[in-house]
């Protein structure tokens, strides 16, 4: 099956050296960048779980770093707030992760895995393609963040306050995503013809 370089993989350096110092600079960028993101919230009246920018962050972190180096930079954001860093957007802590938001912040694993392998596979190039890849890697948030919430408060309540409030938003997000990275992929070329590449 052929696998194409994500955006953070055309930068990345050909020396061993260079390219590990790299990938580890991206991943702790990246899950810093989560954490920002996560600060970027409003919290609903109706629901323990607060809008913010950091699926967002998620989906884009995965889909431009690619799978691995995508859930690595996930795992260090989770490691960073049950650490006590206050990059969670309800507090931090280990009480976080088995509070309402918890299994959002599992999903999040699941869905830089998912938008980071399938941009590998050129998902990320075409704004219908883009669309896909982002819907799958939130279902994922979805499924797991659900299934904790659904736990903690019955099924039905789970889905009034932690999905119904919360689909334009995704929307928009995912219609953002569909924008930039084609985008950033045309640019891309664009440069590179520029240089006779």
């Not at 990320?124 to 919430?149: E, H």
Request: with cysteine; hydrophobic share 55%; glycine share 12%.
């Amino acid at each position: 099956m052929l696998m194409n370089p994500t955006m953070a993989g055309v930068f990345r350096p050909c020396r061993k050296i260079y390219a590990g110092f790299y990938d580890i600079s991206l991943i702790i960028v990246g899950s810093l960048l989560i954490g920002l993101c996560a600060q970027i919230k409003v919290w609903l009246p109706i629901s323990p779980v607060p809008v913010t920018l950091q699926t967002f962050a998620v989906l884009m972190i995965g889909a431009v770093l690619g799978p691995r180096r995508g859930s690595l930079c996930v795992l260090a954001y989770i490691i960073e707030g049950a650490a006590g860093l206050p990059v969670f957007a309800a507090g931090a802590g280990l009480a976080v992760l088995s509070g309402p938001t918890g299994g959002y912040l599992v999903g999040f694993l699941a869905a830089a895995y998912i938008t980071g392998y399938l941009a590998k596979k050129g998902w990320d190039r075409q704004v219908g393609t883009t669309v896909l890849a982002m819907l799958l890697g939130n279902l994922s948030i979805y499924a797991f963040g659900l299934f904790w919430l659904s736990c903690l408060i019955g099924a039905k309540k789970a889905l009034v306050v932690g999905l119904y409030p919360f689909i334009v938003g995704d929307c928009l997000k995912i219609a953002l995503a569909a924008v930039v990275l084609p985008s950033g992929w045309k640019l891309l070329r664009k440069v590179n013809s520029k240089k006779g590449y």
